[in-house]
């Protein structure tokens, strides 16, 4: 018979080392890939601009986005814009979750979105929207003067 002691001990090890589990994503809703420019605005807590730049959407679902950019976000808030189908103007406002280096000597950039649901809802969808017409009309340009 095994020993409660020495099993505990084992599977603790196995946990603090990461073996035989597999990483679970503990995302609420799932991330759809784009590549977007996004014009970006920093606001400190009392509202003020403090930064403003561009940068390229990576990911997005309905609670947030994953925004590649050229230097690290150093605002709690943000606010993302960019110019959709119909040419208007979409904005949401975050709150940046991280700021880090990736490969690449970019930052990547996870915001939460900060708006009601319906309107995080609206802005994903507008930009997915807009991703994929644009990726198919480059293809079909693109492909016509092949």
Do not use: W
Request: aromatic share 10%; with cysteine; net charge neutral.
């Amino acid at each position: 018979m095994r020993s409660p002691l020495k099993y505990l001990v084992k599977v603790f090890k196995e946990i603090t080392e990461n073996k035989g589990m597999e990483k679970t994503n503990r995302r609420r809703y799932p991330r759809v890939d784009v590549y977007s420019s996004i014009s970006y605005v920093c606001i400190d807590n009392d509202g003020h601009l403090i930064d403003q730049n561009m940068g390229v959407a990576l990911n997005i679902s309905q609670s947030g986005i994953l925004l590649e950019t050229s230097r690290p976000i150093e605002s709690d808030f943000i606010s993302l814009m960019f110019v959709d189908l119909e040419e208007n103007l979409a904005e949401i406002r975050g709150e940046v979750a991280y700021s880090t280096p990736n490969e690449s000597g970019l930052y990547n950039n996870g915001i939460h979105f900060k708006g009601k649901q319906k309107e995080n809802i609206a802005f994903a969808k507008s930009l997915i929207r807009a991703y994929h017409y644009r990726k198919f009309d480059f293809v079909l340009v693109v492909g016509v003067n092949a």
